[in-house]
Every structure is written in structure tokens, then in C-alpha cells.
């Protein structure tokens, strides 16, 4: 029973690290302004073609408030200039890029994401 006691331990000690999520197993956020976006009808066209990209696994894109979010699929790692040329596309400019890791940074607020004037 001696011997048993720290065997567990170990085995218990390996186990925890080997369940630890890997630095390409984190999921990103991304939200940004989207300058000269006025319609339901568009919001739904962003939202369909950004499903298109395959790292993309969430997309939600705000006529009110006029600002897209999206969850990156694990190990997808887009960045602003990937968004830029998407919505160039589109004929439509972002501003305000945001992106961080889902659970560990700060999402903007909507409604504070609006008002933002870092504009491109």
C-alpha cells in the first residue's frame, strides 16, 4: 500500500498535465467595427459568406450596432489583414480590430464597439 500511494500520485500528476489544452487548441474571438453597414439583408450576406472560410466557426454580424464578432475554429489563426481583404470584397471597411482568446481577454461591448473612432 506503501509503494501504491505515490505510483497514484504520479499517475494522477500525468494525467492532469496531459488533458491541458495545447497553445493551438485555443479559440479566438475576433470583433470590429464595420463602417457603412445599414441593412438586416446585409448582415445576413456577411454572415453567409464568412461561414464560407473554413477557420471560421461562428459569425454574427450587427446592422444596429454595425459591428461583426466571430469564434475562430481551434488552430485557425486569422488576422486583421485577412478580415481587411474579406470585407474589401464586400465593398465595406472595418475599423476598431479586436481579436483575443475566447475565456482569457475582453470582448468590446456592442454598443462601445459603435461609438469607436479608430477609423482606417
Known sequence: MKRLTP??????????????????????????????????????????????HSGIEASRADHITSTYFCYLKSGSNYDQKDFENWFKKLDLNISCFNK?????????????????????
Do not use: H, W
Open 7 to 52: 505510483l497514484v500520485l504520479l499517475l494522477i500528476t500525468v494525467l492532469s498535465y496531459s488533458f491541458k489544452p495545447t497553445q493551438n487548441d485555443l479559440r479566438y474571438f475576433v470583433q470590429f467595427k464595420i463602417n457603412s453597414i445599414e441593412t438586416f439583408e446585409q448582415a445576413d450576406e456577411i454572415n453567409k459568406k464568412m461561414l464560407l
Open 100 to 120: 483575443g482568446v475566447d475565456t482569457k481577454n475582453e470582448v468590446i461591448a456592442p454598443y462601445i464597439l459603435k461609438d469607436c473612432k479608430n477609423e482606417k
